[in-house]
């Protein structure tokens, strides 16, 4: 965390890209579209159909690329000296998970922020409360992922080849730009093992008060929670055996 404050180019980087995304994506095809989609209640229109996503997609690609600091440090022997320190190795795989999930949830909350400046509808203290305890859940399900993959790869060159083979696949069948339930059979059913497409709907469900989820809310709450625990503990497993 710190070693990313420190970088001043790319704390701008990761905090403009998404808000480039919402501000010219979004409100280009908000106008072109507006609420003429296919699912898409009366009420809203594409760019409120659109900020859920890219809060997720934020939380997608921070996660995942959280695995370049550990590759690097591996290459350097700063991972060496961390990992000779008494303390369980756990506990270092833990620091660098928040330490990703915490940048992932502060630009899911200036994006929020931002989209309100732009008229989309977002409810009051529960439903923020709601979008930040599945903001936590989503960050840190791709961050051990991400942890997950680098403690197995040396090279951090091919890290992030590897990875957004992986990424797109995942952000494309969530239903981020469009509602899931108007896409055909298949690619419904390949949504329903997708885990960021759960965490996309649930922050429509929870942000937008006229959106109808296309998961059930318990399924939602119980696939993300389920995914997050699994992983953690996948990553846990697979850092606490990292060869050096």
């Not at 106008?31 to 699912?39: E, H, L, M, Q, V």
Request: no cysteine; charged share 10%.
């Amino acid at each position: 965390m710190k070693r990313f404050i420190r970088s001043e180019l790319r704390v701008a980087t990761e905090f403009i890209r998404p808000l480039l995304w919402l501000g010219i994506i979004g409100i280009a095809l908000s106008s072109a579209f507006g609420n003429r989609i296919p699912g898409l209640p009366p009420s809203l229109d594409f760019l409120d159909l659109m900020t859920p996503g890219i809060i997720a997609m934020s939380m997608l690609f921070q996660g995942m690329f959280t695995g370049v600091a550990i590759l690097w440090d591996k290459r350097f022997g700063f991972m060496k000296e961390i990992l000779v320190a008494p303390i369980s190795r756990v506990s270092v795989m833990m620091g660098k998970m928040l330490g990703g999930a915490t940048i992932g949830i502060i630009q899911g909350v200036i994006i929020m922020i931002f989209a309100k400046f732009l008229g989309v509808p977002f409810p009051g203290a529960l439903g923020f409360v709601q979008a930040l305890i599945l903001m936590l859940l989503i960050s840190f399900s791709f961050v051990s992922i991400g942890i997950s993959f680098a403690s197995q790869m040396e090279d951090p060159e091919t890290f992030p080849a590897v990875i957004n083979f992986f990424i797109m696949p995942l952000f494309f069948l969530s239903g981020a730009l469009y509602p899931i339930r108007t896409a055909p059979g298949w690619l419904q059913t390949l949504a329903h093992f997708n885990p960021l497409a759960y965490g996309v709907d649930g922050l429509r469900s929870v942000t937008l008060s006229a959106w109808d989820s296309y998961f059930p809310l318990w399924m939602i709450w119980g696939v993300l929670i389920g995914f997050s625990t699994a992983v953690i503990l996948i990553g846990s497993y697979l850092f606490s055996h990292m060869e050096m």
